[in-house]
C-alpha cells in the first residue's frame, strides 16, 4: 500500500506555490486575503468513502486522483470566495484524503489538483481552476459561462458551481418501494417540469418541480392513466452548454450532467435533496415506481477544447476515453465530445456508488441509462468493442443492492459496432425501437410486413429470446422524448425544429410519420378524425403488446411539439404540456387500454408465446388470416397486406415450455381475440367458432364497440382499426 503524508504547504494567504500566482491575481482584489482558516491543518483522514462525509470529529475529503502531485481543499464561503486553501496531507494508492475538523454540513467547498498539464499526453491538471467534486450530494451558487473555464491561467471560482456537504436527513415515514412486477409495469416517461409547469391543479409554487409530481392533481392523473412509474427525464445536476446560452436557449432536457450525485437545483425551489426526496415518497404513497435517466456515458466538459470543470482537472486520462494515438483528443462515443471510460475500475466505482446513492438514500426504483453501450465497452487499447459482459454489467448483477432494482438500456450509442439492441445481459430492459419504428411503419406509413409485426407484437422474441432472457427484456413504445409525440406522428410528413436556432438540421428526417394530407393543425373534420383513429390503433397496439409498454408522457391528452421533433433546447409552450386543450377523451381511452392489460394476464406473459399445440390440441397463441385460418408462411411474406388477428389461449393454454412459469397468471383467463386492418378500406374478417364479446374498437370515437353483445362468424372492422374481443 502506498500510504504517505505530504509536507504542509505554505499558509494558502501567501498562495506562493509554484502554480498560485494567476489564481491569485484573478481571485484577490487589492487588500483582501484568503481568510481566516488559512493556519487550519487537516488531519490524515482516510480514504474512503469518496467525497465529503461528515463525522463525528468533522468532514473527511477522499479524491481520487491517478497523475495529481497535490491536490488542494478549498473552502469557500457564502460568496463563493475562497477563504482557506489547504493540502490534502495522505495519499493512500490513488486517493487523496484529509479530515478537516470540526467542520459539519453545509461547508462549501472545491478542489485544486496539480499535475501534469501537457494536452500532448493526455493531462490536463490546471491548479487555477476551481474544481467541483465528482461525489458532490448538493450545489451552491450558479454556474456561468466564461473564458475562465477554459485551459488557460484564469481562476474560474466566481463562475462555477460550489460543492456543498450534505449530510441531511429526512422522515421516510416508512416509505417502502412499490416493487411492481416488471411484467405488470406501464411505463411513463415523463420531464419533471414539462409535466406541471402550466397544470393549474398544481400549486404555483410547485409547478415544473419536484414536488409538482406528487401534487394530488398530478398523481390522481397518473392513477387514472393506470400508469405504474414515472420514468424521468435527468435529474442530474446538469448545466447549459455554452452554444445554447449564446443563443438564448438550455438544455431542456438535462442529458449534459456534471454532478452523479445531486439532484439539479433548477427543479427545486430551495433544497433540491429534500424536494426531491418528498416527490419521491409522495409518488411512493400512490403506488407509483420512480426510474431514473441517467448519464454515466458523457459529461458537460465536452471535446478537448472544452471547459476544465471537474473530472478533466482531477484525472483527465484515468476517467475519459482518449484516442489511443492522440490523447490530446477524446473517444467521441457519444456525439457530445468525450466519453467516460467505465472500463477504468474507479470509474466504475463512481457509476456504482452513485447508482446505490440514489436506491439507498433517495428511494428510487430503477434507471434508464442513457447510450449504454458506452458502459459496455472495452478498454481502448483493447479495441472498444461491446460486451454484455462487461465488468460493470457484471458488478451491477452481484450487487445486492441494484440487483433488485429495473435496469433499462438504451441500447444504442455513435461509436462503432454502437447499435446493440438485444446485446444486453438477462436482468435488463431495452427500448426497442424497431418496435417503434415498425408499428408506426405498418399503421401509419403502411411499409411493414405482417411477420414483423406480429414478432414485435409477441415480445420480439428474435430480438431477446436469447440467455435466459423473457419478453419483459422489450420495452416497447410509440413514442419518446426523443422524435415526434404520438400526435405529431399523425400530423407532421417533415420535422418543424425550426425554433431550436439550427436551421432545421437538427433531429432525424426518418420519422415514420405521416400528416393524413395536411401538414400540422388544421380544421378539417376528415382529418382530425383519421388522425384519431390512427392514435387510438397504435396505443392499443401498444398495450395489447407482449413486453412492457411505455407512454410519452403528454401523449394521452394529445400534445402536440408543433413537428419539433428535437426539442432538447425548448423550456416552454413547445416542450410543456398543454393542460387548457387536453384531450380527455383520449386520456380516458388510455384508462381503459391500461385496465384491460391488468384485467388479462396473457397480455403481460412472463415466458414467451410458443404457438406450439399441447396434448389437448390448444395453444397459447394462433396467428389468423383474413378468412379466420392459420396463417401459413407464404402469408407472412405478402408485401401490401396489412389485415390479420391472433387468438391468445386462456385458462390452462400455456404450452409446455411456459406452463409451469405462467400457470398462476391463467387462472379464470378467457381466450382472447385480436383483429388487425392496418388497410385504407373497411374489411369483413372471420371469427374463429364460438361467441366472442367485443371489448374494444379503434374504430369507434372513443374505442367502445357500439354494442357489447357476443358477437360469432364474422366481423366488419373499420380501416386503420383494431378489434378486441373475449370468449364469452
Not at 484568503?34 to 467525497?51: D, E, I, K
Not at 416508512?174 to 416488471?182: N, Q, S, T
Not at 452481484?398 to 429495473?406: G, H, M, T, Y
Not at 387468438?647 to 397468471?665: C, F, H, K, M, P
Request: hydrophobic residues 40%.
Amino acid at each position: 500500500m502506498n500510504d504517505s503524508i505530504h509536507p504542509d504547504a505554505p499558509a494558502p494567504a501567501s498562495l506562493d506555490h509554484p502554480t498560485a500566482s494567476a489564481a491569485r491575481r484573478s481571485r484577490e482584489a487589492p487588500g483582501e486575503t484568503v481568510g481566516a482558516a488559512q493556519a487550519t491543518r487537516l488531519l490524515p483522514g482516510r480514504p474512503w468513502p469518496l467525497g465529503a462525509t461528515q463525522g463525528p470529529d468533522g468532514v473527511n475529503f477522499a479524491l481520487f486522483s491517478v497523475h495529481a502531485t497535490r491536490v488542494w481543499l478549498c473552502l469557500l464561503d457564502e460568496a463563493g470566495r475562497e477563504t482557506a486553501r489547504l493540502p490534502l496531507p495522505r495519499r493512500t494508492e490513488d486517493v487523496w484524503h484529509g479530515l478537516l475538523p470540526g467542520a459539519a454540513a453545509g461547508l462549501a467547498y472545491g478542489y485544486r489538483v496539480e499535475g501534469p498539464r501537457s494536452a500532448a499526453t493526455g493531462h490536463r491538471f490546471n491548479p487555477a481552476k476551481l474544481l467541483i467534486d465528482p461525489y458532490a450530494r448538493r450545489f451552491a451558487g450558479h454556474f456561468a459561462w466564461s473564458d475562465d473555464h477554459l485551459d488557460n491561467d484564469a481562476d474560474n471560482a466566481r463562475h462555477t458551481l460550489r460543492a456543498v456537504v450534505d449530510a441531511s436527513g429526512f422522515d421516510w415515514r416508512g416509505d417502502a418501494p412499490p416493487a411492481i412486477p416488471l411484467e405488470d409495469t406501464v411505463l411513463y416517461e415523463v420531464h419533471v417540469k414539462g409535466a406541471t409547469a402550466a397544470h393549474p391543479g398544481v400549486p404555483e409554487r410547485d409547478r415544473g418541480r419536484y414536488r409538482g409530481l406528487a401534487a394530488p392533481a398530478f398523481v390522481d392523473h397518473l392513477k387514472r392513466l393506470g400508469v405504474t412509474a414515472v420514468s424521468l427525464l435527468p435529474v442530474h445536476q446538469a448545466i447549459d452548454e455554452r452554444p445554447l446560452v449564446e443563443r438564448g436557449l438550455v438544455n431542456y432536457w438535462g442529458y449534459n450532467t456534471i454532478g452523479f450525485f445531486a439532484p439539479d437545483a433548477r427543479l427545486a425551489e430551495s433544497d433540491p435533496v429534500a424536494e426531491f426526496r418528498e416527490m419521491v415518497r409522495g409518488l411512493h404513497a400512490a403506488g407509483l415506481e420512480v426510474i431514473l435517466d441517467v448519464v454515466y456515458n458523457h459529461t458537460a466538459e465536452g471535446d478537448d477544447r472544452g471547459p476544465i470543470l471537474s473530472f478533466r482537472g482531477i484525472d483527465n486520462v484515468a476517467y475519459y476515453r482518449l484516442l489511443p494515438n492522440e490523447p490530446a483528443h477524446y473517444e467521441n462515443l457519444t456525439g457530445t465530445g468525450n466519453a467516460l471510460d467505465a472500463s477504468h475500475p474507479r470509474v466504475m466505482q463512481l457509476v456504482l456508488d452513485s447508482l446505490r446513492y440514489w436506491v439507498e438514500q433517495m428511494h428510487v426504483d430503477g434507471f434508464r441509462f442513457d447510450l449504454a453501450p458506452v458502459l459496455g465497452r472495452k478498454a481502448v487499447h483493447r479495441g472498444s468493442a461491446f460486451s454484455g459482459r462487461a465488468a460493470l454489467f457484471q458488478a451491477i448483477a452481484q450487487d445486492p443492492v441494484l440487483a433488485r432494482v429495473k435496469l433499462i438500456a438504451e441500447p444504442w450509442d455513435v461509436g462503432p459496432g454502437g447499435y446493440q439492441l438485444g446485446a444486453f445481459p438477462a436482468g435488463w430492459s431495452e427500448w426497442n425501437d424497431r418496435y417503434r419504428d415498425q408499428i408506426r411503419a405498418f399503421w401509419v406509413r403502411k411499409a411493414a410486413y405482417r411477420g414483423e409485426i406480429a414478432s414485435r407484437i409477441a415480445g420480439s422474441r428474435d430480438v431477446f429470446g436469447h440467455h435466459r432472457r423473457s419478453p419483459t427484456a422489450s420495452v416497447n413504445y410509440i413514442a419518446a422524448h426523443d422524435g415526434f409525440t404520438l400526435h405529431d406522428v399523425v400530423s407532421y410528413d417533415r420535422r418543424h425544429n425550426e425554433a431550436n436556432g439550427e436551421d432545421n438540421r437538427d433531429g432525424t428526417a426518418d420519422n415514420h410519420s405521416w400528416n393524413c394530407g395536411v401538414e400540422g393543425p388544421t380544421p378539417l373534420l376528415a382529418v382530425n378524425a383519421l388522425r384519431g383513429r390512427l392514435k387510438r390503433a397504435m396505443l392499443a397496439t401498444l398495450f395489447l403488446s407482449q413486453g412492457v409498454p411505455m407512454l410519452l408522457g403528454g401523449d394521452e391528452i394529445g400534445r402536440s411539439q408543433q413537428g419539433n421533433n428535437n426539442a432538447y433546447n425548448q423550456d416552454g409552450p413547445i416542450s410543456w404540456f398543454d393542460w387548457t386543450h387536453a384531450d380527455e377523451a383520449l386520456a380516458g381511452y388510455v384508462a381503459k387500454l391500461a385496465a384491460l392489460r391488468r384485467r388479462y394476464p396473457q397480455l403481460r406473459r412472463r415466458a414467451w408465446l410458443e404457438g406450439h399445440a399441447d396434448a389437448q390440441g390448444r395453444r397459447d397463441i394462433t396467428w389468423l388470416n383474413r378468412r379466420g385460418e392459420e396463417m401459413n408462411e407464404r402469408q407472412w411474406g405478402e408485401w401490401g397486406r396489412y389485415a390479420f388477428g391472433f387468438l391468445l389461449g386462456g385458462t390452462g393454454t400455456a404450452s409446455s415450455a411456459s406452463a409451469a412459469v405462467d400457470a398462476a397468471d391463467a387462472v379464470d383467463a378467457p381466450e382472447l381475440l385480436v383483429l388487425i386492418n392496418g388497410e385504407a378500406s373497411d374489411w369483413t374478417m372471420a371469427i374463429p367458432p364460438g361467441a366472442w364479446r367485443p371489448v374494444l374498437d379503434t374504430g369507434q370515437r372513443d374505442g367502445v364497440p357500439e354494442s357489447d353483445a357476443p358477437v360469432s362468424g364474422q366481423w366488419l372492422i373499420k380501416a386503420r382499426s383494431l378489434a378486441f374481443f373475449e370468449r364469452t
